[in-house]
């Protein structure tokens, strides 16, 4: 489990409201206007090919697609001096395939949005490779009820395969399995999914070829932004 929690509620007590726009997005506010225009259009691309699928069918394929395509970037996680203006922090970086935890969250929640889904970017502790740290994951609205969602807890590359453990989960859950955010702050998620709606996440990571579909829906999404 985290450790001082106390001390982690007064740190993220003063992170601005803003922390998110003004600090993390630094990079990708600096992106000529044409590179992050292209980015956008290519997270719509994204979610448009899901037209027609349920909310819950939209989120669990846009998490496997980013879970199944993104590296993270343990290089500029480790550097000593990130700073939030690499371009791995924003969208923009998780979109080229290596990103660290706020580029990744912040593209599933733009993905998500784009859908047609209520969605927001959580800023909380999580317990990473080197200790307590500074963590980002997503809270996402599904029939009315919220959820927290960490892709970057999920992500292929860091040997999580099958089926997700961190793909629409409570509060409660979250905090048990060492992440730590200010529930003031965000909506609360208070249940679990239900059985059933997590037999359809079952289903669509059971479905054959569903990993060859959803990298060309990544690649051909992308294409316009190179």
Same mark, same amino acid.
């Given at each position: ?8 509620? %007064? ?39 899901? %037209? ?17 395509? $993104? ?32 580029? $990744? ?9 784009? /859908? ?74 208070? /249940? ?27 690649e051909s999404s992308r294409r316009g932004m190179r």
């Amino acid at each position: 489990m985290l450790g001082d929690r106390d001390k982690m509620r %007064e740190n993220l007590l003063a992170i601005r409201e803003d922390y998110w726009s003004n600090h993390i997005t630094t990079h990708a506010k600096r992106l000529p206007q044409e590179k992050r225009t292209a980015a956008v259009s290519a997270v719509r691309r994204m979610a448009a090919i899901l %037209e027609g699928c349920s909310p819950l069918e939209k989120a669990v394929l846009l998490y496997r697609m980013f879970t199944g395509n $993104i590296t993270y970037d343990y290089g500029t996680y480790r550097s000593p001096e990130r700073n939030g203006q690499h371009i791995a922090f924003d969208f923009y970086g998780a979109l080229t395939g290596k990103a660290v935890c706020s580029g $990744i969250a912040e593209l599933y929640c733009m993905a998500l949005v784009a /859908a047609g889904l209520d969605a927001v970017i959580v800023v909380g502790y999580a317990l990473g490779p080197d200790g307590p740290d500074l963590h980002g994951w997503v809270k996402l609205r599904i029939d009315g009820r919220w959820y927290n969602a960490d892709p970057t807890w999920d992500l292929a590359a860091c040997g999580r395969r099958g089926q997700p453990k961190f793909f629409l989960r409570s509060d409660a859950w979250m905090e048990a399995h060492e992440h730590y955010s200010l529930p003031e702050r965000y909506p609360a998620a208070p /249940a679990e999914l239900d059985p059933t709606r997590r037999k359809t996440v079952e289903r669509v990571y059971q479905t054959k070829g569903v990993d060859e579909v959803l990298w060309k829906i990544w690649e051909s999404s992308r294409r316009g932004m190179r």
